[in-house]
């Protein structure tokens, strides 16, 4: 039985081990090799864990905690992603082809990451006969994500956009500081607030 | 060896091998692949030939193809109301499909046009399934091209937001240097999100850019 040096609760062991399942079916001695090729990551509240011209060498699944990717512009930043509990996130441009990174990674709340270093990463791609397939679907997961909220974002209204993820992630709400929420959504802050009382009416008439 | 004309109606044997050829120096781009595992390829690829404007995929049927495009322009698109929106615009060397419905088998967000006469290299997801089964090096060559694509999402949303819409329109040309004058300004501007009027504004730019280009390239040709 293959030892790592993973110390993580069982609800989270068995949520990692669900999503990883989600990818590739995995055997629990497989599930352990995994792990054994990982490390866990803690941050501060605050904590840039990559900076912008820094080049990426982990990927990470968010074990506890909020993460956001922004894109520091002239006069303002653009949220690109907002990363919960068993989220995938990290600067993938930069990961994958091991060059500056274009955006900032930043813990808005202590946050614990799964990481996998990009050298181990490379190790287990020839180690596991799995590897390969499971990185793709990850991938292809990631893809997909992205595809569907670009979508979203042309097709719907800013207020359509408001309420689908609202609908979908009642507790961000409270969770994310205001400014980065209206940023990923693309929503001016004045708007935002506006739509947030909608929220507030719609759950008094509810 | 000699190939037919590739806007010849008769497809040769020699046809079909060249289109396959193409897409097989494009993934050798990112690893090298044996004859064999080639082979493996071919014989469960299609050549499919579009005439200009023939819908490939239509929004809300689930994709069973992904397809290199061999030669031609493709766009991926859907209709907001009365509007056309065009989130993808590929040429020569691209690939399409309606990829998040091919992999996750929900119904296709776009529909995908040729906007060209186009030669495609198709393949089924049941074949690209089979092949990856079979063959280590399509398994990685999978790997590598879905961080290749995934790169090229990122990277477009990324330069929507980074670069002013002049600078958008510039790189565009750029970069897509033999496609730019067979694809309508209408689809143009609306994947590069510029307005139609401030598109008219800076459209110039197009032509200076081409002709850099074509310096560029008699520069090139004479070293």
């Known amino acids: 039985m293959i030892k790592h040096n993973i110390d993580i609760e069982k609800v989270q062991l068995d949520k990692l081990e669900k999503l990883f399942n989600s990818f590739v079916f995995l055997t629990k001695e497989e599930f352990q090799l995994l792990l054994s090729y990982c490390e866990v990551r803690h941050f501060e509240k605050g904590d840039i864990i990559i900076c912008e011209g820094e080049t990426e060498q982990f990927m990470n699944i968010v074990l506890m905690g909020l993460v956001i990717k922004y894109l520091r512009l002239n006069n303002h930043s653009s949220v690109l992603q907002l990363a919960v509990e068993n989220h995938i996130i990290n600067s993938e441009i930069s990961f994958l082809q091991q060059t500056p990174s274009q955006v900032f990674l930043e813990a808005i709340e202590p946050t614990t990451l799964l990481s996998l270093h990009y050298d181990k990463r490379q190790q287990l791609l020839i180690d596991f006969s799995k590897g390969e397939e499971m990185s793709r679907k990850m991938m292809e997961a990631m893809y997909v994500r992205k595809d569907e909220r670009k979508n979203r974002m042309k097709r719907m209204t800013i207020r359509e956009q408001f309420l689908y993820y609202i609908d979908r992630n009642p507790d961000m709400l409270q969770r994310v500081p205001q400014k980065y929420l209206a940023s990923y959504l693309n929503i001016k802050p004045e708007t935002f607030s506006r739509l947030k009382h909608l929220v507030a009416k719609k759950a008094k008439t509810a | ?223």
């Open chain 2, 1 to 223: 060896m000699l190939y037919t004309n590739h806007n010849s109606q008769i497809s040769s044997v020699c046809n079909f091998g060249f289109m396959k050829d193409q897409f097989r120096k494009f993934v050798e781009n990112f690893l090298s692949i044996s004859d064999a595992d080639f082979a493996l390829f071919e014989e469960r690829a299609f050549v499919k030939h579009c005439h200009k404007n023939e819908i490939i995929t239509k929004e809300g049927e689930v994709e069973k193809f992904l397809y290199f495009v061999a030669k031609g322009v493709i766009q991926h698109y859907f209709k907001k109301g009365k509007e056309t929106i065009t989130t993808e615009l590929v040429g020569e060397g691209g690939v399409v499909g309606s990829a998040s419905s091919l992999f996750t088998k929900k119904p296709s967000l776009y529909f995908i046009q040729a906007l060209q006469p186009s030669i495609l290299v198709g393949i089924s997801k049941e074949n690209l399934e089979y092949l990856y089964a079979h063959s280590r090096a399509w398994q990685k060559a999978g790997r590598l091209l879905m961080s290749h694509f995934l790169i090229k999402q990122e990277q477009q949303y990324i330069d929507v937001l980074k670069y002013p819409i002049r600078e958008r329109l510039v790189r565009f040309a750029n970069s897509n240097p033999d496609i730019i004058h067979q694809i309508p300004q209408a689809r143009i501007a609306s994947y590069l999100k510029i307005k139609p009027e401030t598109y008219t504004r800076i459209k110039h730019v197009l032509t200076e850019v081409t002709i850099i280009n074509s310096q560029k390239k008699v520069t090139s040709d004479k070293a």
